[in-house]
């Protein structure tokens, strides 16, 4: 019961707050970026993200310090000066490039599922990223991370 509770709260504070802020999402600026418990380099480290350009979602923020969600529902608060514009998103699914945006074009790579991919251009269904050494086009169903 006490659980369903907490489940039902959770629900509910991560919807009131996707409707006051919206879905703002941002990308880490370094490879290093500690996630604290709360808003204050007082408050000790949770965890640390070790990789650059990987998409959260903010949920709050406080002063200079932004609280995140991650792909796997990881949350905590940055400082703001860690963070950037969004530039990428997250298949949430295995995912095939293409090398032009079209399901007959050539196929260039099978993406796995929680691979970073770094966007370069997309249209209404279709993001032209870059991964590794492999650059092309991926059906944007799916993803976590914001397109626009």
């Given at each position: 019961m006490?659980?369903k509770?907490?489940?039902?709260?959770?629900?509910?504070?991560l919807?009131?707050?996707?409707?006051?802020?919206g879905?703002?999402?941002?990308?880490?600026?370094?490879n290093?970026?500690?996630?604290?418990?709360?808003p204050?380099?007082?408050?000790?480290?949770?965890?640390?993200?070790?990789?650059i350009n990987?998409?959260?979602k903010q949920i709050?923020k406080?002063?200079?310090?932004?609280?995140?969600i991650?792909s796997k529902?990881?949350?905590?608060?940055?400082?703001?000066?860690?963070?950037?514009?969004v530039?990428s998103?997250i298949?949430l699914?295995n995912k095939?490039?293409f090398?032009?945006?079209?399901?007959?074009s050539?196929?260039?790579?099978k993406?796995?599922k929680g691979?970073?991919l770094?966007l370069?251009?997309?249209?209404?269904?279709?993001?032209?990223?870059?991964t590794g050494?492999?650059?092309?086009?991926i059906?944007?169903?799916?993803?976590?991370?914001?397109?626009?």
């Amino acid at each position: 019961m006490l659980k369903k509770i907490y489940i039902s709260t959770l629900i509910l504070f991560l919807f009131h707050y996707t409707i006051v802020l919206g879905e703002t999402f941002l990308s880490l600026k370094k490879n290093k970026v500690n996630v604290r418990y709360g808003p204050s380099f007082d408050s000790p480290i949770k965890y640390v993200y070790k990789k650059i350009n990987l998409p959260i979602k903010q949920i709050d923020k406080k002063e200079n310090w932004r609280r995140i969600i991650d792909s796997k529902n990881n949350s905590g608060w940055i400082h703001w000066s860690q963070l950037k514009k969004v530039n990428s998103i997250i298949p949430l699914e295995n995912k095939i490039l293409f090398k032009k945006p079209s399901i007959y074009s050539e196929p260039l790579a099978k993406i796995k599922k929680g691979r970073v991919l770094v966007l370069d251009k997309c249209d209404s269904i279709w993001c032209r990223v870059k991964t590794g050494k492999f650059k092309g086009w991926i059906k944007t169903n799916n993803i976590w991370g914001s397109t626009n």
